[in-house]
């Protein structure tokens, strides 16, 4: 696990940004596309967690097509960060493969995932 990954973990969403801004286009997306032991990325993660502020941090930092490469990625279980809801129990957010997400209140947390 990198120090994004845990930025990501806690919603450090300054440290986030400022990593982010700090690097390349091309090394940006390595290590967004960086896995823990779950293959989980940095997005999948933040979306996992609640965290919207980091989400858009993340989402905000990509290109076009960088943003469809992260949002296909699949951890160990087969989910995008698509298909991560929140398990902080305060809001679900699904990414979507434009720069939106949609953050709804906990009563929504029964729909399917995409």
Known sequence: ???QHEAADREEDEMTTTILSSLQSSDRLKLLKMR???LRTLLHRAAQRGHTKSVKAILNSLTEDQLKQLT????????TASGMSSTSGKTHILVCRSRSMIVAPEKFKSMPSL
């Open 1 to 3: 696990m990198t120090a």
């Open 72 to 79: 296909a990625e699949e951890d160990i279980n087969g989910k």
């Open 36 to 38: 823990d032991v779950g």
